[in-house]
C-alpha cells in the first residue's frame, strides 16, 4: 500500500487519475489538489463520483506541506507549472509522475523553443525518464521523476519505434496523421471547443507545428540511431476521446506484411497494453482502457508502409500510462488497476 | 427551363440533388424514380420534405419510357448500375450526369480491376467527360455524358492537382490521408453504420485499397503529365457529412507558402466554388455549400507541402458538383441553385 | 427592395439572420453590427461566409447613425440589452423586429420578476406585437415593434393553442417536457456548453423556472380566455439544433384522435409553416427549416391529450420567423426567402 | 466462486454483463453463448475485449447441455424467446435471472396483449420476482427466476415510488417523460438506428402504447396499493447510452421540497445506487455506472412534483442491476463487481 497525491486533479487527465486511483488495491490517496477549485469536494467538480470520490480539494501550496506523508507525486498541470512542485518532490525523495510536458523533452534548449518557456528544472533533466515503459521500463524501475508521455505521442512512438529500429522504413520519410477527441484540448472554456463550435465538423490545426512533434522526434531519432525529423499533422475529431494516429513510411526494401507484423510482434512481446491487430483499428477498440492497438498494411503500388495504432487519449495518453508508470516504480504488477 | 429526371433519387446524393433541383430556377422536374419505394412520396422517403416535395417515385423501368419528355437525365446509383439508363439515354439524345462510379475511369481495364465489375458501356467511355469543373469546364460543355467524380476524389484532385501541374512536390511522394463524415457510407443498413457502432469513434478503412484510389491518380496523372501513383488512406468520422484531406508531398526545391499561395490563387481564378484560404480548415465551413476550401502550409524541418482541403460529400462531392455540371451543360451561370 | 440593419449580428441567431436575409430578394443589407468583433468582417466571425458575407461588423453606436438609412432595424441581444436600440428605431419610424426577450411580455412586471432587469421602454409595450404570425399576422401587419417569440415558447404555443381555445384540454393540466439542441444556450464560452461537458448526455435545467414560461402562459392564456399556468422544463440535447416539445394535457371529454386533428388542421389553414402530421416527430424534419411540425395522440387509458412539436430553434424559434415577420410588416409572401 | 452461464450474449446488454462479469471476483464464466455468432470469439464480435475475453461463442442449444456445470444462468434475449431457457435452468434447479421481458409482468393477460405474444411459462409466474432490489431485495434472496427490470421502468419507478407510497402526489396524474441513448434500441441493424439518421435529431417514440407501460404501472400500482395508469412517453437522443426520466404528478397538499427530499433520503437509506441529489442531473454523471440518480423539485405556481432521474440504460436498466440481483441472491456484498 502507498500512499499518494495528485496535484493538478481536476482537469480531464486528473479526474482520470482520480477515478483510476480510487479503485487500485495497493493506492491510498492523500491529498488532491486543485488551485481553481479550492475547498470544493472533488465530487463537486465531477458530480459522477458523489459518493465515490468527495475528498475535499486542497490548494498546491498546502499539498506541498504533506509531501512527508507520500509515496509518489503525480502533477497534472500545463506545461510551465509543474518545476517547482517536482523539485520539491524530489528533494524530499519523493518519486514523481509528472504528466505535465516539463520534463520529457531531454533537451532544454528543445524546451524553450518549443514552448516559449524558460526550463527552471535543468539540473534534474538527467534524473528524469521518458516514461514509455514499452521502450523504457528498466530505467523507469530506478527512477524518481518519470516524464509521463503526451498523447499524441504515445501513439505515434508506439506505432513507429520498431519500423525504425529495424530499418523498415525510410527515417526521412516519416509522415504521422494523428486524429483526436475532443478533451485532448484540455478543460477549459475556449469558444473553439464549444459543442456548438467544434460538433458535426473535423479540423487540422499545429501544422508542422505542434508541440507533441519534437517529443516524437526525440524517441524515433533514439530508435533509429540518428537525429531525424517528421511530419506530425495533428487533427480534432468531435467525439470524447480517443486518438487514432495514422503514420507512413517509404520502404527501402521489398517487405511483406507478414514480415512487419513478425517484427512488431516479437518488439512487443512482454508489453501487456500493446495489441498488434490484423484488423482495422476503431478508436472504441480501445476507449477507457489502458492499450494501444497497432494494425499494419503495406501499400504495394506505392512501396509504402501504414501504420495505424490507437488508444484513449486519458488512458494510455495520460492517466492509465502513469498508473503503469506508478506499477513499474513501485514493483506492482504492471496491469494492477488498469484491467 | 430544362427538365429533368432523377433516377436512384432516394440515396443521400439522390436526396440532396432533389432538395436543391427543387429551388433551382431554370429547372424543372419530370420524374424521380426509386426501386426500393416506387409509389410512394418522396416525403415519404424523405419526412423533412413533405409539402415541398411530395412527388410520387416511379420504377426506373418507368422512368425509361419518359425519356422523351427530359433534357437531362441524373443517375445516382451504386457503381455497376448505371449502364443501361446512361446508353439508353445517350442513344434517346439526352444528356446524362452518373453520379455514380461507372463512366468515371477512362480505362476499362482499370474499372473493372478496381470494382470487380464487368464494364457493360466500354464504346461510351470515349463520349464522357470527367466532370469536375475546375478541371475540365471546356470538355463539359460539349459533352453528352458527365461523369460526376466521387467526393474523396473531388477533395484530393481540387488539393493537389496545381501542385503536381507545376512541379511544386515530388509526384512519387504523394500522401492523401482524408476523413469522412458517415453519410460516405451511402443509406444502407449495415451493423458498421449504426449510431451504436460509429458514434465516439473513427476509424482507418480501406486501407491501399480504396476504388477512389485509380480516380484520384487518374487525374493527378494527367496533371503531371505521367503517370503515377499515390497513398490514399480514408477514415469515418462520427459527423453526418463533410471531408477533409490533408495530402502530403516532398518539395523538391526550396518554396515559400506564399509563392505556392499565389499558383493556387492564380489556377483556381476562374472557380467559383474553391476558396484558397490561410487559416486552417474545418469541414463545417464548407457544410450545405458547394465550396472546396483549400489551404497551404509548408513543413519547413521536413521540406514538406501539407494543403488541405474541404468540402461537404454531398454537395461539392456530389449532388452540387452534378447541378454545377449541369449548369455548364446547358449554358447557365455556373452558381445558379448553388449558393 | 427594402434596407435592413442587424444589431447584434454574430450571436447564433443572428448569424441564422444574416445568412438568410443575404439570399432573400427584396432585402438589402445596409450594416452588420457587433461589439465583440468591432471591425472584423463577418467571414471571420463566421468563415463558412468567406466570399458570401464579407461584410465589416461596426459598433451598435455607429449602427445608430446608420438609421435613417434603413426601413426596418433587427436586433438580437440578450435580454436587457435592446431598449436603447428599440426605442431610437421607434422615434425615428423605423420598423423594429427585435429577436430577444425585452418586449414579449406585455406586462412589466411579469417581465421585471422574470429577467430581474428592470423594464425601461415602458411605454413601448402597447406598440409592440407578440411576433408569432399563426396568431397575430393581423397585428402585426401594422405594427411598429414586433417582438419575436423564443424557441421554446414557439414550439409550446403552437402545440397548444388549438387545444386551449377550443376547450380540448383542461387547462390546469398542462405539462411541456420541451427537448433543445445546444446552441439554445447561445454562442459564450461557459464550461457547461464545451463539447466534452455535454456531449453523450443530456440534463433538465431551469426546471418550474425557465424565463420562457411566463411567455407561453401569456399567450395560451389568451388563447383560453383566462389566466393559466403551466409546467414548463427544459432539457438540453447534444445537437446542434432543433427542439421538440412533448406537450400533455387531461382531456375533459370524449374526443378521438381525428377530432382534434381536424381542429388542429383548420386553425392552421392558413399557417404555410405549421404542418400538421400523422407520424412520429423527429427535430431533423424540420432542421434548417423554418417549419413546426406538429403530431397529436391520445392516450386513451390515461384520458391525456399529448402533442408534439418541433422546430428548429435557430429557425422557426428565431430567425426565420423574424424573416416571416419582417415579409408580413412589408406585405411581402410570408414564405419569401424562407423556402 | 460461481460459475456462470449467458444466453444471448453478444446483444448489448449481454456484452455489458460479459464485460463486467469477467472481472467481478467472485464468478468463473462458464459459457457465452450467441446463435447469431456461434464458434466465433466474443472478442471477435467485440474487438474492443481483444486479449480480454476470446471465449468461442456456443449455440444456445450446446448452452443447455451445459446446464449442469454452472450455478446461475442469465438470459438476455428479445421478447418472447426466453421461455424455453428459463424453464429448463429451473427444472435443472439453476438459479435464472432473465433480462428479457418474459417474466417481467406477473399477470400472462396483461403480457399477452402489450407484447402480442403467447406466453409460455404460465405457471412459473408465480417463481419469479420482479428484480428491482431497492424495492424487493428481500423476495429476490429467496427467488429461483429474477426477472430484471426494464431501462426505462427502472427509472421510472425508482422515480416515483417514495411519492405514490407516501401518497405525495395524486396518482391520477402520473406523466413520465423519458429520454433515452441509441443502444436502447437494441443491437440491430435497422435503418431508423443509422447514424445517418438517428445522429442530430430527437424523436418521440411509441406515444401511449410503449411496452415498458405495464410494467411501471405494475410496481407503481404495488406501491400505491391501487391499481393505476400512467401516460409514458419515450424519446431518442443522439447518444450511446444513458436515460434521463422527468416525472410529473399533481400535489395533493402543500409539500415543501426539503420534507419530500426526506421522504426519499429515508425511503433509499439502504439502497447503495441511489443517489438523492440535490442538483439537476445529467446522464453523463451516472454513465458507465449502477447508480440511479434522483433530483426533486416542486413547481409552486401549478401545485406539481417533477422528480428526475437518471441511470446507464445498459448498467442500472440491464446489465449492472443483473449482477446486483445476482449478488443478493448468492449473498455477495451487493456492490461487488460494480463500483
Redesign the interface.
Known amino acids: 500500500m502507498i500512499k499518494i497525491g495528485i496535484i493538478g486533479s481536476t482537469g ?1 487527465a486528473g479526474h482520470e487519475l482520480v477515478k483510476r486511483l480510487v ?1 487500485h488495491p495497493e493506492v491510498e490517496i492523500i491529498f488532491l489538489s486543485s488551485n481553481s477549485y479550492e475547498n470544493q469536494g472533488f465530487s463537486e467538480v465531477y ?2 463520483l ?3 470520490v468527495d475528498n475535499v480539494l486542497i490548494h498546491s501550496e498546502k499539498a506541498i506541506d504533506k509531501f512527508d506523508e507520500i509515496d509518489v507525486l503525480f502533477t497534472a498541470l500545463p506545461h510551465g507549472l509543474s518545476f517547482n512542485y517536482v523539485r520539491q518532490a524530489y528533494e524530499a525523495g519523493i518519486k514523481v509522475i509528472d504528466l505535465g510536458a516539463d520534463f520529457r523533452l531531454n533537451d532544454k534548449e528543445i524546451f524553450e523553443h518549443w514552448y516559449k518557456t524558460k526550463h527552471l528544472c535543468e539540473n534534474l533533466l538527467d534524473s528524469a525518464v521518458y516514461g514509455l515503459p514499452e521502450l523504457w521500463k528498466d530505467k523507469i524501475q530506478s527512477s524518481q521523476i518519470v516524464a509521463n508521455p503526451g498523447c499524441y505521442t504515445t501513439a505515434s512512438i508506439l506505432a513507429l519505434a520498431p519500423a525504425l529500429k529495424f530499418g523498415l522504413v525510410d527515417p ?2 516519416i ?1 504521422i ?1 494523428a ?1 483526436s ?3 485532448g ?1 484540455g ?1 477549459k ?3 473553439s ?4 463550435e ?8 499545429g ?2 507545428s505542434h508541440r507533441h512533434t519534437p517529443e516524437i522526434e526525440q524517441e524515433l531519432s533514439k530508435a533509429y540511431g540518428e537525429r531525424i ?3 506530425f ?1 495533428p ?1 480534432l ?4 476521446r ?1 486518438i ?1 494516429a ?1 503514420c ?1 513510411g517509404t520502404l527501402p526494401a521489398f517487405s511483406t506484411e507478414e514480415e512487419i507484423y513478425s517484427i512488431y510482434r516479437a518488439f512487443y512481446k512482454n508489453a501487456p497494453f500493446v ?1 498488434i ?1 490484423q ?11 489502458n ?1 494501444c492497438d497497432i ?1 499494419i ?6 512501396k ?1 508502409l ?1 501504420v ?1 495504432s490507437s488508444l484513449d487519449n486519458l488512458v494510455k495518453g495520460a492517466a492509465g500510462q502513469a498508473i503503469q508508470n506508478m506499477n513499474i516504480l513501485f514493483g506492482f504488477d504492471e496491469k494492477e488497476g488498469l ?1
Do not use: W
Open positions: 480531464y479503485g458530480p459522477a458523489k459518493g465515490v526521412y520519410s509522415v496523421d486524429k477527441g475532443i478533451t484540448g478543460r472554456t475556449d469558444l471547443l464549444m459543442f456548438a467544434c460538433n458535426e465538423s473535423v479540423k487540422a490545426y501544422i508542422a525529423n517528421v511530419t499533422t487533427h475529431i468531435p467525439m470524447q480517443g487514432l495514422t507512413y495489441r491487430r484488423e482495422y483499428l476503431e478508436t472504441r477498440f480501445v476507449k477507457d482502457t492499450f494494425s498494411r503495406i501499400d504495394i503500388r506505392t509504402r501504414i495505424t484491467m
